[in-house]
């Protein structure tokens, strides 16, 4: 059975981001005929003598009728080895948020660089986004070769200069592939124009990067998204606690502890839509059944008692501002959701403002607008089961609601204590 391996797209706009994706769907015969004939039919129509294949992502009509690519586009294709999901984010600055969303749940990350430009402002900034949102893979595609006639000293000039860039972020793993989206040279099949080229492939990275490992599977957690109890006499006594595993595993007779409570008891069953399973995974949805009538609802927590994460109303976060009617000010109020859990908290203070193509803090920032990121002290009223996001990416995000727009105005990150 192959696995699901997420990756995102990011870099500068006319870095060839949709035309890369578009060549990976072609080139592994990801594409309906119909599919193909539309893009040959607007590709003759522009009078292009190629097939234009960033028109597979680029699919609203503002957006190809501009030539480029605003909101995040998903798309999705196969090949024996493994199940992908692309995630295709605009390269503007002022779209910061949509790179945010696209790589927040992302295993991997693809940065483009222009090989006749070089590295450039965004190419930084995405690279310090994505460090931030802890994707644990960052490939950096040096696209365009076939512009600079395959020269080997470009690509090492830019592999040297983002090598020397990285060591300042949160980066584990780090791949250069030089490419050609248009033609296809290094994509799917190797190219013979690069010879010097020793590296795989992108699609043969994609297939064989181990990303199991980057679970958590030491922090067992489990959000309560629904308290299960059939009314029938069949299932009269039946109550359950249904939601999907976060992290770690979870096992018939383990004992768990339910957070806020403290109570602890262990696991009677763990039922899934297709009967009971003896263990539960990320990202399994399941039913787990309690040995005892304990107190539990929407919003609790299962943890292990040993290893548990903590209470806390104090939330010490980076926030990504996506609202564009209203700043972060310090002394609002807002609705925060943390796994399954409602509550309010308010600003009680804003550390500083980063300047995301510098990194350069500002620390007599008094707000935050569209797109810019800060350090931010929250106090939220009910208390919140947290891990820093560097541990658990699920336990240690959340997003800040605008009650009276009901708009998401805001992610943010856990760091940690």
């Known amino acids: 059975m192959s696995d699901l391996l997420r990756f995102a797209t990011a870099g500068s706009v006319d870095d060839g981001k949709s035309t890369l994706i578009g060549r990976l769907l072609y080139d592994t015969k990801g594409l309906f005929s119909d599919q193909l004939e539309d893009i040959e039919r607007i590709s003759t129509r522009r009078g292009h003598d190629y097939v234009d294949l960033s028109l597979l992502t ?13 909101d995040v586009a998903y798309r999705y ?13 605009p390269g503007h600055i002022q779209y910061t948020r949509n790179m945010v969303t696209g790589a927040s749940t992302a ?11 070089g590295i450039s402002e965004q190419s930084r900034r995405h690279a310090f986004l994505a460090s931030l949102l802890g994707v644990p893979h960052l490939v950096i595609c040096i ?15 830019i592999h040297d200069e983002f090598t020397e860039f990285a060591a300042k972020l949160r980066v584990t793993d780090l791949t250069f592939v030089p490419i050609s989206a248009l033609r296809g040279d290094n994509v799917v099949a190797r190219s ?60 018939k007779g383990d004992t768990v502890r339910i957070l806020p409570s403290g109570l602890e008891t262990t696991i009677a069953g763990i039922d899934t839509a297709d009967g009971e399973v003896e263990e539960a995974v990320p990202p399994m949805s399941v039913t787990i059944r309690l040995a005892e009538d304990v107190d539990v609802s929407r919003g609790d927590m299962f943890a292990r008692p040993a290893n548990s994460p903590e209470v806390t109303q104090d939330v010490d976060a980076m926030i990504c501002w996506m609202d564009e009617t209203a700043s972060l000010v310090r002394g609002k109020k807002y609705a925060i959701k943390h796994t399954t859990r409602w509550a309010r908290t308010v600003v009680k203070d804003l550390q500083y403002r980063i300047d995301i193509n510098t990194l350069h803090r500002d620390l007599e920032a008094s707000e935050l607008a569209l797109n810019e990121i800060g350090r931010v002290q929250l106090r939220v009223t009910a208390p919140l089961f ?18 009276s727009t009901n708009r998401t105005v805001a992610a943010g990150i856990i760091n940690p204590r």
Do not use: C
């Open 58 to 70: 680029d699919g609203l009509r503002a957006e190809r009728e501009q030539g480029i690519t605003i």
């Open 192 to 251: 013979e124009n690069m010879p010097w080229y020793e590296g795989s492939t992108l699609l043969n990275y994609l297939e064989n990067v181990h990303v199991a490992s980057d679970r958590n599977l030491v922090d067992p957690r489990f959000p309560v998204q629904y308290v299960i109890r059939p009314h029938s006499n069949t299932t009269l006594d039946y109550r359950g606690y249904a939601g999907t595993v976060a992290s770690g595993a979870f096992r």
């Open 77 to 89: 294709f196969a090949t024996p080895r493994r199940k992908f999901i692309i995630a295709d984010t």
């Open 386 to 403: 947290v891990d820093p996001y560097a541990v658990n990416r699920t336990t240690g995000s959340f997003v800040l609601v605008d009650e």
């Open 107 to 117: 295993n991997v990350a693809l940065i483009l660089v222009d090989a006749r430009k």
């Open 143 to 157: 696209n365009k070769m076939d512009l600079v006639d395959w020269d080997e000293s470009v690509y090492q000039q």
